[in-house]
Structure formats: structure tokens, C-alpha cells
């Protein structure tokens, strides 16, 4: 493609190789920017679309697009979007045979190559860098740059080294992209790679079509099940737990629901790893459970859902991870159940943590502002951009808060009586045992301690005790009781508890919803997304959805590459909506490129006009 197309803009190829009409957001300019052979640094959210900010420049500028990614498997399956949509494109990483790099080695020094995608390692090696100097290069694109980050938890020594480029190749214009949205991680990249005069293009970090939920748990099982059914039938989800015992447990009991789940850990032998890996990305509605191990480089676009059945340990992280949702811009979920117990477990953690000081209270300041999102009662997505210094100025009404306001109510008092009793009972006791001192239940451990005789035995009647557990909770999460590292789950009072014993500030705490009717999905969904709703679509003619998915598989089987690759869910549900009946119309759907109509219309076509 490379000779045809340089006089081309970069608005035809999005529309004759990607099939978009249009570019999104910073897009074009960073596009512009290579084009004019300056850097550029590009922080843009998961999902985001930055991809195509190398690429096309990779196709448009004379020579070879070198793309330096951390993960095969990644590449690969870029590589094989790639090329069903016409584009010249390889990989060069240690799962080749040596005679097939060299075939790639020779198309290279020909130019046949608008892109090679190349692991950082092999890149920073003699024989690749000879190579290179060979040939003309149109641009280094280093993708997850944030890998370059000594503190972040993606670092790759080999990153380091790719500060040669600049050095060796001063005048092939570079673009560094990450999603990661921290300011620190951010001067580091540009600092490391040598990037000070690249132009730093920031989107907002905002993900419109993900839902922010947060729920109480009570049983996070049978809450997820109940989610997954009603919301979620047949759906790709991900499910975050904290332990591997309750990765294989939870994982376990969904199959045992008829949900087809599969585990996935570091306990996990490489080779199992893998297979539910690529399982997960192939078929079509598998559910993983797993650790915190899984998800960098998955690129599953139609990932519907991100479940978390324990508190991750940052924002940054629940960001990330709830991240992985709805990449292709369609409504998705991020869900979380939370509990007291999660609240004493994480601070107990911390409280045990070997690491020193400055880390410690590193973590723990991450910490409370995760347990702050889990408390707040206005948008949630207003509070995690807040995090990211990005400002939101209206509501977003697409998280629980705003589609289901959360009341609040004055518990200044409730606050008190339970400090105070904390203090009376020596701040040597857990929860259920100070609930039970409150509200004045006689049991043996507690006429054994003889604190049926302090003053706070029997003062809280008023409220039940769930509804303790969740004053308790929500003084936690503040900071205004702490949890003792005894193991034990002790509470005892902090600095911040005077001011509140003292009544000199009042409390308010969030009341908890026990069971209400689901909110009108639908139509919050398409407000948000700007896009046809999923569930319009294939109710609509759910035949058809099938039919066209099942099309979509059997391609993908033939050629051996994920279903996505052939086409998004999102290219499907246009041509549900827009029913084309020839070629010129087919062509007119968003996803489908000059190589995808000629690959694949026919059989689409065949299938919408049965229908
Ligand atoms: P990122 O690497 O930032 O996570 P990708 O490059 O994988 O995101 O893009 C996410 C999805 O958005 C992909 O499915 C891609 O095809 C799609 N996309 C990107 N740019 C556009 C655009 N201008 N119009 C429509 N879809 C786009
Ligand atoms: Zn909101």
C-alpha cells in the first residue's frame, strides 16, 4: 500500500482502510503532528482510539512504522486486524521461527512494510537496529509507555533502553502512548524516552458508555449471579476477586449456575494461563474470574461488564481495571459489591504491610480515596475524574448515584454513641461486639467483660444492626475509627474522632438502599453512550442478531482470529439498524473498510437479506 496512498489524506484512509467516517477527539492533530515529523505523547483512556494515531501516519508517511509493544499477544491479534483490512503488516517477537523472521527481515529492507510491530527486547538488539538504519523509517510508536515507569506496576526494564532511538535515529518522529493518567508517570515517560519536545496531547480520561456501580454487599455471590443473569445473560465479563482460593471457588460455583467461567491467577500453571486467555478473547460470552494478574494487553473490545467482588487497593487500579470494559464505545458496566469487611480486611492489610513508612502511607492515602468513592453520595464519575484533576460540571447520569439519588441523613449523634462506645469498652473490640453493647444484647462474652455496665450498653435501639454495621462502615472508610493490626479487627479511636466526640462537627452518612427497582436502563443508556442501545437492537430482531454473530464466528474460526476482528459488535448493530441490502449501502456501515467489503459482504449480505 505504502507507494499509492502518500499523497492521500489521512481522512480517506480512516474511511477506505478503517471504514469511520469520522476522527475522534485529538485524533487528527496528533496525526498531523507526525505527518510534520514532530513527537508527540499521548495520554488517552483505554478505548480511546490510539491505535489509529500511529497507524495511519505509519501509512501515509514514506517507509516503515516501527511499533514497539510489550505483549505477543497483543501484537498478534493487531496484526491480524490489520491485515483483513488490507494494511502491509508484521510482527517480529520469539514466537517466530527463525525462518520466518527472516522472510519478515527480507519484505523489511524491500519497504514492502507500512508497519512491523517489534517486542522491546528484540528492538534494542544489534541485529534489529542495523536493520533498521537500513531502511526508511516513517515513525517509532512505543505503545503502554507507561511500562518505562520504575513505579509503576508494568515496568519493563527493557523500556529503558528505548532511549536509544532518539539517539540513533534523531530525525524519525516518535509518539509515545499510554493510558495511564498519573502526572508522575506521566514526567517520567517523557523524561526517560527523551521526549521533552514532543507534544503532549491529553484527552479526558472520561468513559461515558461505562456505568459506575457501586453496591452494599450482603451476599456477593448470589449479587453477582443475580447481575449477571439479569443483565448480563451470555454477555464477556470479567470478574475481580482478591484471593486465587476465591478466583477458583467463584469461578467454580458460576459453572456450577450454568455460567460458563473460567479461573485465572498466578497459581495458574503458564499453559493454563494462556488457554483461558485465549478463550476468553476468542469465543464469544466467556466470563473470567481472576486476580489482579489478569488484564494488561487484553484488547477484547466487547468486554460487557467488570465485576469486583472485593475492594481493589486504589483508584488508580479500579480505573484501570474497570477500564477493560466497553472498548468499543458501547454500554458497559463497571459493578462492585462492598462491605464492612472489606474495609477491615484492607486497613488491616495495610497496617501489617512490611513496607516502610513513606509507602505506607502512600498506600494508605490511596486507600481512603477509594473507600471515599465507595461512600460518596454524588456522581461517581464526577469524584474518579475529580481524582485525575479533571473537572466534570454536570452530572453525569450514568453511575447508581445519579440515576438513583442516595439520601443522606444527620447521624452526628449515632456517630458518638458509637465512638464513645468503642472508648468505654477499652478499644480492644470488633464490630458485632460493640453492636451488640449499643443495642444492649446480654451475651455471655459481654457480662464476662461486665460491659453490660457501661454507659453505652443499650443506647442504640434506635437502629438495627444493619444499620450499625453500616455506621460503622462509613466511620471506617472516614478515617474517624481505625481497625488495630492485632488481626483481630479491634477498633480504637484516632485523632479525627475527637472534634466528632466533642461535637464540633456534624456527620452525615449515607443511607444505604436495601432493595429498589432497577432504574430505566434503556433510556440512560443511549443518553449517555450517544449510540443505539445493545438490548434495542437485538430484541428487535433477535434472530437476526444471531444470525449475524454466528456468520461472524464462523469466519473468525476460519481464519483463526478473535470474532471482533472480523467485525465490533458495534458494525453488527449497524447493520441491524440500517438493514443494507447492496454492496454500495453495506459500505456505508461504520467498520467496514474498502478490504472488510470485499472480504465480507457477500456473506452479510447473504445473511441480511434471509432475515
Ligand atoms: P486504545 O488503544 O486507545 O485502547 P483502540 O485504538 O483499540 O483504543 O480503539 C478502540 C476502539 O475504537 C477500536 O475498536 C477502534 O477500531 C475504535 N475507533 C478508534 N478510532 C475510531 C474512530 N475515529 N471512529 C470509530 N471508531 C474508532
Ligand atoms: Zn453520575
Known amino acids: 500500500m505504502a507507494q499509492d496512498v502518500q499523497k492521500q489524506k489521512p481522512l480517506t484512509i480512516l474511511k477506505e482502510v478503517f471504514g469511520y467516517s469520522d476522527f475522534r477527539g485529538e485524533q487528527e492533530a496528533i496525526i498531523e503532528q507526525l505527518l510534520s515529523s514532530h513527537d508527540a505523547m499521548v495520554l488517552m483512556p483505554t478505548g480511546g482510539g490510539k491505535s489509529l494515531c500511529f497507524q495511519i501516519p505509519s501509512i501515509l508517511r514514506p517507509g516503515t512504522g516501527i511499533v514497539v509493544s510489550p505483549l505477543i499477544a497483543l501484537m498478534q491479534d493487531q496484526v491480524a486486524a490489520l491485515r483483513i483490512q488490507g494494511v502491509s503488516v508484521a510482527f517480529l517477537n520469539s514466537s517466530l521461527s527463525y525462518a520466518e523472521v527472516q522472510k519478515i527481515e527480507?519484505?523489511?529492507?524491500?519497504?514492502?512494510?507500512?508497519?512491523?510491530?517489534?517486542?522491546?527486547?528484540?528492538?534494542?538488539?544489534?541485529?534489529?537496529?542495523?536493520?533498521?538504519?537500513?531502511?526508511?523509517?516513517?515513525?517509532?510508536?512505543?505503545?503502554?509507555?507507561?511500562?518505562?515507569?520504575?513505579?509503576?506496576?508494568?515496568?519493563?526494564?527493557?523500556?529503558?533502553?528505548?532511549?536509544?532511538?532518539?539517539?540513533?535515529?534523531?530525525?524519525?518522529?516518535?509518539?509515545?502512548?499510554?493510558?495511564?493518567?498519573?502526572?508522575?508517570?506521566?514526567?517520567?515517560?517523557?523524561?526517560?524516552?527523551?521526549?521533552?519536545?514532543?507534544?503532549?496531547?491529553?484527552?479526558?480520561?472520561?468513559?461515558?458508555?461505562?456505568?459506575?456501580?457501586?453496591?452494599?454487599?450482603?451476599?456477593?455471590?448470589?449479587?453477582?449471579?443475580?447481575?449477571?443473569?439479569?443483565?448480563?445473560?451470555?454477555?464477556?465479563?470479567?470478574?475481580?476477586?482478591?484471593?486465587?482460593?476465591?478466583?477458583?471457588?467463584?469461578?467454580?460455583?458460576?459453572?456450577?449456575?450454568?455460567?460458563?467461567?473460567?479461573?485465572?491467577?498466578?497459581?495458574?500453571?503458564?499453559?493454563?494461563?494462556?488457554?483461558?486467555?485465549?478463550?476468553?478473547?476468542?469465543?464469544?460470552?466467556?466470563?473470567?474470574?481472576?486476580?489482579?494478574?489478569?488484564?494488561?494487553?487484553?484488547?477484547?473490545?466487547?468486554?460487557?461488564?467488570?465485576?469486583?467482588?472485593?475492594?481493589?487497593?486504589?483508584?488508580?487500579?479500579?480505573?484501570?481495571?474497570?477500564?477493560?470494559?466497553?472498548?468499543?464505545?458501547?454500554?458497559?458496566?463497571?459493578?462492585?459489591?462492598?462491605?464492612?469487611?472489606?474495609?477491615?480486611?484492607?486497613?488491616?492489610?495495610?497496617s501489617s504491610s512490611e513496607a516502610n513508612e513513606q509507602i505506607k502511607q502512600l498506600e494508605q492515602r490511596k486507600l481512603e480515596a477509594m473507600l471515599g468513592f465507595c461512600e460518596v453520595i454524588s456522581c461517581r464519575r464526577a469524584s474518579l475524574l475529580g481524582y485525575f484533576g479533571e473537572q466534570q460540571d454536570e452530572d453525569c447520569g450514568n453511575c447508581d448515584n445519579c440515576l438513583e439519588p442516595v439520601e443522606s441523613w444527620e447521624g452526628t449523634t449515632e456517630a458518638q454513641k458509637a465512638l464513645s462506645c468503642v472508648f468505654r469498652t477499652g478499644q480492644r473490640f470488633g464490630v458485632s461486639y460493640l453492636i451488640d453493647v449499643l443495642r444492649g444484647k446480654l451475651t455471655p462474652r459481654i457480662e464476662q467483660f461486665r460491659h453490660n455496665e457501661v454507659s453505652t450498653f443499650g443506647i442504640g435501639q434506635e437502629l438495627s444492626e444493619l444499620q450499625w454495621r453500616s455506621v460503622f462502615r462509613q466511620l471506617m472508610a472516614r478515617g474517624l475509627i481505625a481497625v488495630d493490626m492485632d488481626g483481630f479487627g479491634s477498633l480504637r479511636l484516632t485523632e479525627d474522632s475527637r472534634p466528632v466526640l466533642r461535637g464540633e462537627v456534624s456527620i452525615y452518612f449515607r443511607k444505604d438502599v436495601v432493595r429498589k427497582k432497577r432504574p430505566d436502563k434503556k433510556a440512560a443508556r443511549r443518553k449517555r453512550s450517544g449510540q443505539y442501545d445493545d438490548n434495542v437492537a437485538n430484541s428487535a430482531n433477535p434472530e437476526l442478531w444471531d444470525a449475524l454473530r454466528k456468520k461472524r464466528t464462523e469466519l473468525a474460526q476460519e481464519q483463526g482470529v478473535p470474532a471482533y476482528i472480523i467485525f465490533h459488535d458495534a458494525t453488527l448493530m449497524e447493520m441491524m439498524e440500517y438493514h443494507p441490502k447492496t454492496l454500495h449501502e453495506f459500505a456505508q456501515i461504520n467498520g467496514v473498510g474498502a478490504s472488510k467489503l470485499e472480504k465480507y459482504a457477500d456473506d452479510f449480505l447473504e445473511v441480511l437479506n434471509a432475515c
Not at 510491530?117 to 537496529?129: D, G, H, I, N, S
Not at 526508511?136 to 505503545?143: C, V
Not at 454477555?235 to 467454580?252: M, P, Q
Open 106 to 350: 527480507a519484505q523489511l529492507l524491500r519497504g514492502e512494510l507500512d508497519m512491523l510491530y517489534v517486542a522491546p527486547e528484540r528492538l534494542c538488539q544489534e541485529r534489529m537496529l542495523s536493520l533498521l538504519h537500513q531502511i526508511d523509517i516513517a515513525l517509532f510508536a512505543i505503545d503502554e509507555a507507561h511500562c518505562v515507569s520504575q513505579w509503576g506496576h508494568d515496568f519493563r526494564p527493557e523500556y529503558i533502553q528505548l532511549s536509544l532511538l532518539h539517539e540513533q535515529f534523531p530525525q524519525v518522529p516518535r509518539i509515545a502512548l499510554t493510558a495511564t493518567a498519573d502526572e508522575s508517570t506521566r514526567n517520567e515517560i517523557i523524561s526517560r524516552l527523551d521526549l521533552v519536545n514532543a507534544r503532549l496531547f491529553i484527552s479526558s480520561f472520561d468513559r461515558p458508555n461505562i456505568r459506575y456501580r457501586v453496591t452494599q454487599k450482603n451476599n456477593a455471590r448470589r449479587q453477582l449471579l443475580s447481575f449477571i443473569n439479569t443483565e448480563h445473560a451470555g454477555d464477556a465479563g470479567i470478574v475481580y476477586c482478591l484471593s486465587r482460593k476465591k478466583v477458583n471457588e467463584t469461578a467454580h460455583w458460576l459453572n456450577e449456575q450454568g455460567i460458563e467461567a473460567l479461573p485465572y491467577h498466578a497459581g495458574l500453571s503458564a499453559q493454563v494461563r494462556e488457554k483461558h486467555q485465549e478463550q476468553f478473547i476468542r469465543q464469544d460470552g466467556i466470563v473470567i474470574v481472576a486476580t489482579v494478574a489478569f488484564g494488561m494487553g487484553i484488547d477484547k473490545p466487547d468486554v460487557r461488564y467488570v465485576a469486583h467482588l472485593d475492594l481493589p487497593k486504589s483508584i488508580e487500579s479500579y480505573y484501570q481495571e474497570t477500564g477493560r470494559a466497553g472498548r468499543d464505545g458501547l454500554a458497559a458496566d463497571a459493578w462492585m459489591v462492598y462491605g464492612l469487611q472489606d474495609v477491615i480486611m484492607l486497613r488491616q492489610m495495610l
